[in-house]
C-alpha cells in the first residue's frame, strides 16, 4: 500500500503545476520593503473610518502579493495600509477593498477568534528586530480581537498573550477598513532600534484567499519575521514602565456528587505585571485561582497510557515559548495544529497545581520573569510553590531558561528545571532536577536542526538519568522531510514534563509531497499530499517494543475542505496487563500487531453548517475495531455556533467477554452578544457510565484586561441513582488597574 501511494505521488508530481511565481524563501536587507510611520499630528479617534488627515497624506503600504492559491501573483484585491503615532500609540490604519463586500464572511467575534475561517486583517511587529521574534494583531470585518506572541518565526506560538489594545473597523461600499491602537508600552523594545519589522496579511476567505504586503512563500506564515519589511521613522518613544496590579474576588458554593450540602469559600488573589530594565517582565501572582478555566474536553482512551491535556491557564500560558525546548517548526500547512511532541515534552506547566488524576491542587504563589538582553539573550525563570492535598506534602518548582541568538535564525539554550517536596530533609526526601542544553540551527538550504541533552537527578537513582533528542527538518513549497531519533533513559524522570516511556530508543521519519496539478484545481483540488510519518521504537537492548506506519494520502479542496485516506500499521508490547474498558479483562502482556485502514475529512469551516470525521476499521490490540469521530457545527451567525461530536469505537478483541462499545458525546455551544460578552457551555456524556457533565461560563470584559465570570459546573448520572448531583457555583472579578 505504502509503495503504491509514493508510485501514485511520483506520478502526480509529474503533472503540470498551476501557473505562478515562486516567492523567495530568503531575504537580503537590501531587498526589504520598507514603509514610513509618520507622526499623527492631531488627536485620532479610533473609529474604524480612515477620515483624519494623516491617513491621506502618509505613506501606503499596498500591492499586497499572494501565498494562497497562486503564490507569488497580485493580491486579487487593494489593501492599502499606514501607520501613524503619537506619544503613546501606535496607530495602524487599512482599507481593504473588495469588489464583492456583500461576501465578506465573519464566523466567530469571540477574543483570539480562528482567522483561517473568515475574512482577516493582521499585522505583525518584530519590536526588536532581531528576524524571529514578534506580536501579532489581528481583527475581521466586525472588530473581533486576537493577538499572540511569537517566538523563533513561530516555532512558539503563544495565542494565550494579551495585551491592551484597542481596534475598530467599519463596512463600506467598497469593502471594509481598519484602525488599531497599540499603546507603546504594551510592548517590549530596544529603545535604541530606530527600525521594526513588520508585515501585514489579508484573508479574503470566499475565494480561500492568502496575500502579505511583504511576499511569503505558501510553506510559512506571517510568523516568518526573516521576510518582513522594515518600519521606519518610528519616534524615540520609551515603553514606559507598565505597571499592572490585578486582583480578584471570588466565591464559590460547591457540592460534591452524592452529598447532600453545600460548601462555600470566599478567596482573593492578585496578579501584578511590571516592565523592569528595558526589555523584562516581572510577574508576580498570590494566592492564584483557575476556576474560570474551560473544562477538558474527555476522549475515548484505547492505548496503555494516560491522555495528554493541554494547559489553558493564563498564568502559565504567557511567554511559554521561551521555555520550550523541543521540534523544529512544522509546516504552516497541516490540517490540524501538531500537538507537542508526548513522546517528551520537557516542561509542561500542568504538573504545576495539577494532579495525575486531574485534581486542582492549591497554588500558594509564583513569580516569573522574563525578557530580552541587549546581546540577545532570552532569560526565563519561574519560582512557584503548592500546597499538598490531603494526606500530601506541598511542592517548591523552579526553572531556569537561557536561550541565546546565533547567526541567522538560530540560537543554543540551556535549562534547569527542579521540584522538591517540602518538609523532608534540607532538600526534601523527594526532589527531582532536570538540567540540559539545546541547539535549534537554521543550516544552508533552510534546513532546520533541533536537539537537546538532557539529565536528571532523583533519589536512590544512578544510572540511566537522561534523554537526547535530534531532528532534521526541511519544509519547501512542493516537499518536506523531516527525520530523527530520541532516547529516553530507563531511570529518566521530570516532574515537570509529560512523557510515555522511559528505557526506550525511537526514530521517526515524516516524508511528503504537495503536487498541485492545473487539470486538479480546475475540479476543486487545489493540493494533494502523499505522505508517510514512520515511529519506530525499541528498548536499550535493540527489542521492538512499538511501531506505526502512517501512509496517507491528502486532498486538500479550494474551499478550506480536506479528505484524507490512510493505512496505519501498528505494533505495540505491553509489559503489564491494562484494561482497555471498564467491563473488559485486562489485556495480557506481550507483542500486539495489527493494521488500520482511517478515512477522514471536514468540509468547508467557513459555512453555516459544516462539520467533519473520522472512520477507522481493522485490528486493534488481539481483536478489530470500528471506530467513527464525527461533529456537526450549525453556525447560524457568527454570534452563534452549535457544535456536537460523536467518539465512538465497537471493538471485539480475542478475549473472554471483550466485546465492547465506548462513546463519548459532547456538545458546545457559544453566543457572542459582542466582542467583550460571550457564554459558552460544554456539555459531555458517558453512556458507559451513565454521568452527564456540564460547564457553562459566562465571561464580561468589562474594560481592557478586566473580567467577570460566572461559572456553573454539575455532574450527574443520567439514570435514576437517588444520588444529589454534584453541583458548583462560582463567580469571580478581575479588575487591572494600569500605571
Given at each position: 500500500?505504502?509503495?503504491?501511494?509514493?508510485?501514485?505521488?511520483?506520478?502526480?508530481?509529474?503533472?503540470?503545476?498551476?501557473?505562478?511565481?515562486?516567492?523567495?524563501?530568503?531575504?537580503?536587507?537590501?531587498e526589504?520593503?520598507?514603509?514610513?510611520?509618520?507622526?499623527?499630528?492631531?488627536?485620532?479617534?479610533?473609529?474604524?473610518?480612515?477620515?483624519?488627515?494623516?491617513?491621506?497624506?502618509?505613506?501606503?503600504?499596498?500591492?499586497?502579493?499572494?501565498?494562497?492559491?497562486?503564490?507569488?501573483?497580485?493580491?486579487?484585491?487593494?489593501?492599502?495600509?499606514?501607520?501613524?503615532?503619537?506619544?503613546?500609540?501606535?496607530y495602524?490604519?487599512a482599507?481593504?477593498?473588495?469588489?464583492?463586500?456583500?461576501?465578506?464572511?465573519?464566523?466567530?467575534?469571540?477574543?483570539?477568534?480562528?482567522?483561517?475561517?473568515?475574512?482577516?486583517?493582521?499585522?505583525?511587529?518584530?519590536?526588536?528586530?532581531?528576524?524571529r521574534?514578534?506580536?501579532?494583531?489581528?481583527?475581521?470585518?466586525?472588530?473581533?480581537?486576537?493577538?499572540?506572541?511569537?517566538?523563533?518565526?513561530?516555532?512558539?506560538?503563544?495565542?494565550?498573550?494579551?495585551?491592551?489594545?484597542?481596534?475598530?473597523?467599519?463596512?463600506?461600499?467598497?469593502?471594509?477598513?481598519?484602525?488599531?491602537?497599540?499603546?507603546?508600552?504594551?510592548l517590549?523594545?530596544?529603545?535604541?532600534?530606530?527600525?521594526?519589522?513588520?508585515?501585514?496579511?489579508?484573508r479574503?476567505?470566499?475565494k480561500?484567499?492568502?496575500?502579505?504586503?511583504?511576499?511569503?512563500?505558501?510553506?510559512?506564515?506571517?510568523?516568518?519575521?526573516?521576510?518582513?519589511?522594515?518600519?521606519?521613522?518610528?519616534?524615540?518613544?520609551?515603553?514606559?514602565?507598565?505597571?499592572?496590579?490585578?486582583?480578584?474576588?471570588?466565591?464559590?458554593?460547591?457540592r460534591?456528587?452524592?452529598?447532600?450540602?453545600?460548601?462555600?469559600?470566599?478567596?482573593?488573589?492578585?496578579?501584578?505585571?511590571?516592565?523592569?530594565?528595558?526589555?523584562?517582565?516581572?510577574?508576580?501572582?498570590?494566592?492564584?485561582?483557575?476556576?474560570?478555566?474551560?473544562?477538558?474536553?474527555?476522549?475515548?482512551?484505547?492505548?496503555?497510557?494516560?491522555?495528554?491535556?493541554?494547559?489553558?491557564?493564563?498564568f502559565?500560558?504567557?511567554?511559554?515559548?521561551?521555555?520550550?525546548?523541543?521540534?523544529?517548526?512544522?509546516?504552516?500547512?497541516?490540517?490540524?495544529v501538531?500537538?507537542?511532541?508526548?513522546?517528551?515534552?520537557?516542561?509542561?506547566?500542568?504538573?504545576?497545581?495539577?494532579?495525575?488524576?486531574?485534581?486542582?491542587?492549591?497554588?500558594?504563589?509564583?513569580?516569573?520573569?522574563?525578557?530580552?538582553?541587549?546581546?540577545?539573550?532570552?532569560?526565563?525563570?519561574?519560582?512557584?510553590?503548592?500546597?499538598?492535598?490531603?494526606?500530601?506534602?506541598?511542592s517548591?518548582?523552579?526553572?531556569?531558561?537561557?536561550?541565546?541568538?546565533?547567526?541567522?535564525?538560530?540560537?543554543?539554550?540551556?535549562?534547569?528545571?527542579?521540584?522538591?517536596?517540602?518538609?523532608?530533609?534540607?532538600?526534601?526526601?523527594?526532589?527531582?532536577?532536570?538540567?540540559?542544553?539545546?541547539?535549534?540551527?537554521?543550516?544552508?538550504?533552510?534546513?532546520?536542526?533541533?536537539?537537546?541533552?538532557?539529565?536528571?537527578?532523583?533519589?536512590?537513582?544512578?544510572?540511566?538519568?537522561?534523554?537526547?533528542?535530534?531532528?532534521?527538518?526541511?519544509?519547501?513549497?512542493?516537499?518536506?522531510?523531516?527525520?530523527?531519533?530520541?532516547?529516553?533513559?530507563e531511570?529518566?524522570?521530570?516532574?515537570?514534563?509529560?512523557?510515555?516511556?522511559?528505557?526506550?530508543?525511537?526514530?521517526?521519519?515524516?516524508?511528503?509531497?504537495?503536487?498541485?496539478?492545473?487539470?486538479?484545481?480546475?475540479?476543486?483540488?487545489?493540493?494533494?499530499?502523499?505522505?508517510?510519518?514512520?515511529?519506530?521504537?525499541?528498548?536499550?537492548?535493540?527489542?521492538?517494543?512499538?511501531?506505526?506506519?502512517?501512509?496517507?494520502?491528502?486532498?486538500?479542496?479550494?474551499?478550506?475542505?480536506?479528505?484524507?485516506?490512510?493505512?496505519n500499521?501498528?505494533?505495540?508490547?505491553?509489559?503489564?496487563?491494562?484494561?482497555?474498558?471498564?467491563?473488559?479483562?485486562?489485556?495480557?502482556?506481550?507483542?500486539?500487531?495489527?493494521?488500520?485502514?482511517?478515512?477522514?475529512?471536514?468540509?468547508?469551516?467557513?459555512?453555516?453548517?459544516?462539520?467533519?470525521?473520522?472512520?477507522?476499521?481493522?485490528?486493534?490490540?488481539?481483536?478489530?475495531?470500528?471506530?467513527?469521530?464525527?461533529?456537526?457545527?450549525?453556525?447560524?451567525?457568527?454570534?452563534?455556533?452549535?457544535?456536537?461530536r460523536?467518539?465512538?469505537?465497537?471493538a471485539?478483541?480475542?478475549?473472554?467477554?471483550?466485546?465492547?462499545?465506548?462513546?463519548?458525546?459532547?456538545?458546545?455551544?457559544?453566543?457572542?452578544?459582542?466582542?467583550?460578552?460571550?457564554?459558552?457551555?460544554?456539555?459531555?456524556?458517558?453512556?458507559?457510565?451513565?454521568?452527564?457533565?456540564?460547564?457553562?461560563?459566562?465571561?464580561?470584559?468589562?474594560?481592557?484586561?478586566?473580567?467577570?465570570?460566572?461559572?456553573?459546573?454539575?455532574?450527574?448520572?443520567?439514570?435514576?441513582?437517588?444520588?444529589?448531583?454534584?453541583?458548583?457555583?462560582?463567580?469571580?472579578?478581575?479588575?487591572?488597574?494600569?500605571?
Open positions: 500500500m505504502t509503495r503504491g501511494f509514493l508510485r501514485l505521488a511520483v506520478c502526480l508530481a509529474c503533472f503540470p503545476l498551476g501557473l505562478s511565481a515562486q516567492v523567495s524563501d530568503t531575504r537580503s536587507d537590501a526589504r520593503l520598507h514603509l514610513r510611520a509618520v507622526s499623527a499630528g492631531e488627536a485620532m479617534r479610533l473609529d474604524g473610518v480612515l477620515d483624519e488627515a494623516i491617513w491621506r497624506s502618509a505613506p501606503e503600504a499596498t500591492d499586497f502579493v499572494q501565498a494562497e492559491p497562486r503564490e507569488g501573483r497580485p493580491a486579487s484585491e487593494r489593501t492599502e495600509v499606514r501607520v501613524v503615532y503619537d506619544a503613546d500609540n501606535l495602524v490604519g482599507v481593504l477593498y473588495d469588489s464583492a463586500p456583500d461576501g465578506l464572511v465573519v464566523t466567530d467575534i469571540t477574543k483570539d477568534f480562528q482567522e483561517t475561517a473568515q475574512d482577516a486583517f493582521s499585522v505583525i511587529l518584530d519590536t526588536f528586530r532581531d528576524r521574534n514578534g506580536y501579532v494583531f489581528a481583527t475581521n470585518p466586525e472588530g473581533a480581537r486576537a493577538d499572540q506572541q511569537v517566538a523563533n518565526e513561530g516555532r512558539e506560538i503563544n495565542a494565550s498573550w494579551d495585551a491592551v489594545w484597542r481596534v475598530r473597523t467599519s463596512r463600506t461600499a467598497e469593502g471594509w477598513s481598519v484602525e488599531m491602537e497599540i499603546p507603546f508600552r504594551a517590549r523594545f530596544d529603545e535604541s532600534v530606530e527600525s521594526w519589522g513588520i508585515n501585514f496579511s489579508r479574503i476567505r470566499r480561500n484567499e492568502l496575500a502579505y504586503w511583504s511576499p511569503v512563500p505558501r510553506a510559512y506564515a506571517l510568523t516568518r519575521l526573516s521576510l518582513a519589511g522594515d518600519l521606519d521613522g518610528l519616534p524615540d518613544a520609551a515603553a514606559g514602565r507598565d505597571l499592572r496590579v490585578k486582583p480578584y474576588v471570588l466565591g464559590a458554593a460547591i460534591e456528587t452524592g452529598l447532600d450540602d453545600y460548601e462555600t469559600r470566599q478567596e482573593a488573589g492578585v496578579d501584578v505585571k511590571a516592565r523592569v530594565f528595558n526589555a523584562f517582565t516581572l510577574d508576580v501572582t498570590v494566592n492564584p485561582d483557575f476556576a474560570q478555566v474551560e473544562a477538558d474536553v474527555q476522549q475515548v482512551n484505547l492505548t496503555q497510557f494516560s491522555q495528554f491535556f493541554p494547559e489553558k491557564r493564563e502559565f500560558l504567557e511567554n511559554s515559548g521561551l521555555f520550550y525546548v523541543g521540534d523544529a517548526a512544522r509546516n504552516n500547512r497541516v490540517v490540524a501538531p500537538t507537542p511532541d508526548e513522546d517528551l515534552l520537557l516542561f509542561f506547566s500542568r504538573r504545576i497545581g495539577v494532579s495525575d488524576d486531574g485534581q486542582a491542587i492549591p497554588i500558594v504563589g509564583g513569580t516569573r520573569l522574563t525578557g530580552r538582553l541587549p546581546t540577545g539573550t532570552n532569560v526565563g525563570a519561574i519560582i512557584m510553590r503548592t500546597e499538598g492535598l490531603p494526606g500530601a506534602s506541598g517548591d518548582y523552579g526553572v531556569v531558561r537561557v536561550r541565546q541568538n546565533v547567526f541567522t535564525g538560530s540560537d543554543v539554550g540551556a535549562i534547569a528545571m527542579t521540584r522538591n517536596v517540602r518538609g523532608e530533609g534540607p532538600l526534601g526526601e523527594e526532589y527531582n532536577h532536570v538540567y540540559g542544553a539545546d541547539a535549534n540551527l537554521r543550516l544552508p538550504g533552510n534546513v532546520d536542526w533541533s536537539t537537546y541533552l538532557v539529565g536528571t537527578e532523583s533519589p536512590r537513582v544512578e544510572d540511566g538519568q537522561y534523554a537526547w533528542r535530534t531532528s532534521i527538518n526541511r519544509e519547501g513549497n512542493f516537499a518536506h522531510i523531516k527525520v530523527g531519533a530520541m532516547e529516553l533513559g531511570n529518566f524522570r521530570d516532574d515537570l514534563g509529560f512523557f510515555r516511556r522511559t528505557g526506550v530508543r525511537k526514530y521517526f521519519v515524516d516524508f511528503g509531497i504537495r503536487p498541485r496539478p492545473a487539470s486538479f484545481q480546475r475540479r476543486g483540488v487545489r493540493e494533494m499530499h502523499p505522505h508517510i510519518v514512520w515511529n519506530f521504537y525499541e528498548d536499550l537492548g535493540g527489542r521492538i517494543t512499538a511501531k506505526r506506519l502512517h501512509s496517507g494520502y491528502t486532498f486538500f479542496m479550494n474551499d478550506g475542505a480536506f479528505w484524507e485516506l490512510s493505512v500499521p501498528a505494533f505495540e508490547r505491553i509489559e503489564q496487563p491494562f484494561r482497555i474498558a471498564r467491563t473488559v479483562d485486562p489485556i495480557p502482556a506481550g507483542g500486539y500487531g495489527w493494521v488500520e485502514s482511517q478515512l477522514r475529512g471536514n468540509s468547508d469551516p467557513s459555512r453555516a453548517l459544516s462539520g467533519g470525521f473520522t472512520a477507522i476499521a481493522g485490528g486493534l490490540w488481539s481483536g478489530t475495531q470500528r471506530t467513527v469521530n464525527a461533529n456537526l457545527t450549525v453556525r447560524p451567525s457568527y454570534r452563534f455556533f452549535l457544535e456536537t460523536l467518539q465512538r469505537t465497537s471485539s478483541l480475542d478475549l473472554p467477554d471483550a466485546d465492547f462499545v465506548r462513546t463519548f458525546w459532547t456538545f458546545r455551544t457559544n453566543y457572542s452578544f459582542n466582542t467583550n460578552m460571550f457564554v459558552d457551555a460544554l456539555v459531555q456524556f458517558d453512556p458507559g457510565t451513565d454521568q452527564l457533565n456540564t460547564n457553562v461560563r459566562f465571561n464580561l470584559i468589562h474594560r481592557p484586561l478586566s473580567d467577570s465570570f460566572v461559572v456553573f459546573n454539575e455532574r450527574r448520572f443520567a439514570r435514576e441513582t437517588g444520588l444529589p448531583p454534584g453541583r458548583g457555583f462560582t463567580v469571580k472579578g478581575t479588575y487591572m488597574v494600569a500605571f
